[in-house]
């Protein structure tokens, strides 16, 4: 009988959490390295923080005009520093005391009368704010993909002192936040974390404190990679039926496994009410059980064979690749600094000066001239050509797998874009010269590098807006505006000559003057009385993702405005309306109670 025919078994990639930082998956890479590579990968991008942080500010707002005392906290995994990627917002509005109206009533009718649709939480404590919802307002939001979860107190706010609790294990073994996060999502891939029938994600990370607060004295402690591992082991031993997992603390220790005090099979104590089993709904118990040992299961081949690295042996990565070609995709100029520029820059001079690379070296320089004397493209395609050629990336990751390079292994042109994005600076101009004439400074006297063009730049030039200059300017205006809400008043009156006209003005005007305070020099004063030439110099970076997140903050503040002052307008005898001059205005301009659109 012949053989049967075999299909070739299908290439398997290597895990894109190591490729994202250039790490192998043979078994050479230790755990806590993979450890902190994996939690590296799956952290919210300054992209994405900033997109959470404009819509806490957003909701801010809206709650603060129709509830005037209450203020917007942020609580859950953004306040313990255990988000990833994919995390939600949990936000609470807590008010001092008790309002004339029910505040999540409230809270709801007005974003139903801006057009952004809201549900209840299951069980009714809260809404559930869909980012992308928000387009309505601003078309920015549109490709958001996180909802806010909004919860009201009145008082004492539980969820606040939970994550102060939380925050306070965690400013002890800081590190030992990256082993929740990997235990975290091993448990949410397998279908275990929710608040339905599985465990919420705060009692994962209880079950791991406790832990923590067991062994914290051991002498292996510091090492995360044989933290993870006791962390299965120790659970896939653990007697459930007989013991409550709790980290209450008194006034000489915490106390972690104690015995059991409640009924239910599973036994965790709430983090504020130790009386209260925050697990008492949960229903997988034996399928925790099951994958604790699964893991331990994994992990015991891991250290019998080690072929492969700790955590490719039971975290699933087929859905992150999307995450992995996403980080690729935004791996360009942006998130190069510009400390980062400079420092490639005199790292490739030092190399340079080695005269087996004069031949490159004089390739450079007639590439600036080709350019003008400056620093342009056939500069830039110089430098891609010798990186690429002489594979400068890969070569330093095999020395330093974890350079900040790793990113850049596959994106040559993004790495030399965000280099170049710096060009206009001085001190890049300066360091260019250096590494294309090591011998005579950066401007020779006949011929050479001429780093600014033909003349010498003015004074104006060497003080224009730099990117990070633009990015802290619109975080200013953004924080103004929403800490203000004297400025939405001066907002909706700007509002009548069009959008963008509300940078102008008073609220950049105190900006800037703030600014001055914290530092005279700022390069803000110039354009203090000039509003037209601060929009000509932010447009510049309008692309940059964040700068495009602190003007979302800023449109979307204009969008509720506006749709609340159409409001006023269509029905002037509404009890909501104002009088149209601001100086006529009290100080709460804002209608307490909803708007009808």
Not at 83 to 98: K, N, Q
Not at 248 to 272: G, M, N, R, W, Y
Not at 274 to 280: A, D, E, K, R, V
């Amino acid at each position: 009988m012949p053989p049967r025919s075999q299909k070739p078994k299908p290439a398997v990639k290597n895990p894109p959490w190591l490729m994202q930082a250039g790490l192998l998956n043979d078994g050479s890479v230790d755990a806590a390295t993979e450890i902190e590579a994996f939690c590296k990968f799956v952290s919210a991008t300054e992209t994405e923080r900033a997109r959470r942080t404009a819509l806490r500010t957003t909701l801010q707002a809206v709650a603060q005009m129709h509830i005037p005392e209450a203020t917007i906290k942020i609580i859950g995994s953004c306040a313990t520093g255990l988000d990833t990627f994919g995390s939600g917002l949990d936000l609470v509005v807590e008010t001092p005391s008790v309002p004339p109206t029910d505040p999540q009533v409230s809270f709801k009718t007005a974003l139903d009368n801006l057009g952004v649709p809201t549900s209840m939480i299951p069980g009714g404590d809260g809404l559930i704010v869909p980012a992308a919802a928000l387009s309505k307002l601003a078309a920015g939001w549109a490709n958001a993909k996180f909802d806010a979860t909004v919860r009201f107190r009145v008082g004492h706010c539980t969820e606040r002192a939970a994550v102060s609790l939380i925050s306070s294990y965690f400013k002890t073994y800081p590190r030992h936040r990256q082993v929740v996060i990997v235990i975290r999502a091993v448990l949410r891939q397998m279908n275990l974390i929710d608040n339905v029938s599985g465990l919420p994600s705060h009692a994962v990370t209880i079950m791991a404190v406790a832990l923590f607060e067991k062994m914290k004295d051991g002498p292996s402690f510091p090492d995360i990679g044989w933290v993870l591992r006791e962390f299965f082991r120790f659970y896939a031993g653990f007697d459930f039926d007989a013991q409550t997992i709790t980290i209450s603390k008194t006034d000489e220790q915490t106390a972690t496994f104690v015995a059991k005090t409640h009924s239910d099979p599973l036994s965790i104590c709430d983090l504020v009410n130790p009386s209260l089993n925050c697990t008492s709904s949960t229903k997988k118990l034996p399928q925790l059980k099951a994958m604790f040992h699964y893991v331990t299961t994994c992990i015991q081949r891991f250290d019998r064979v080690g072929t492969r690295s700790l955590l490719a042996n039971f975290v699933a990565h087929n859905e992150l690749w999307d995450r992995y070609e996403t980080l690729k995709q935004t791996s360009g100029a942006y998130r190069i600094t510009k400390d980062f520029a400079m420092e490639l820059v005199t790292s490739m001079t030092q190399m340079l000066k080695d005269p087996a690379y004069a031949e490159i070296r004089t390739s450079f320089m007639e590439a600036s001239q080709r350019d003008g004397g400056s620093i342009g493209e056939n500069l830039k395609e110089a430098f891609l050509t010798f990186t690429a050629g002489h594979e400068l990336v890969s070569r330093r990751l095999m020395e330093n797998p974890r350079s900040k390079l790793a990113p850049f292994k596959d994106n040559i042109p993004g790495l030399a874009d965000g280099v170049m994005a710096y060009k206009d600076e001085p001190e890049m101009k300066q360091a260019i010269g250096v590494m294309l004439f090591p011998h005579s400074g950066s401007k020779p006297s006949e011929g050479g590098w001429k780093p600014w063009g033909k003349d010498p730049p003015s004074k104006e030039q060497e003080e224009k807006l730099t990117l990070e200059d633009v990015v802290d300017l619109m975080s200013r205006i953004a924080d103004f505006v929403s800490d203000h809400p004297e400025s939405m008043e001066e907002l909706e009156v700007m509002l009548e000559n069009g959008g963008i006209d509300a940078f102008k003005g008073r609220i950049a005007q105190q900006v800037i003057a703030t600014r001055a305070a914290e530092k005279p020099d700022t390069k803000l004063m110039k354009y203090k009385d000039n509003a037209d030439l601060l929009l000509d110099s932010v447009f510049e970076f309008i692309d940059n993702p964040q700068v495009q997140e602190h003007l979302l903050r800023v449109v979307t503040l204009n969008a509720i405005i506006t749709k609340i002052k159409k409001a006023k307008h269509a029905d002037p005898m509404h009890p909501g309306s104002q009088p149209s001059s601001p100086s006529a205005r009290p100080a709460t301009a804002i209608p307490a109670e909803p708007v009808p659109t």
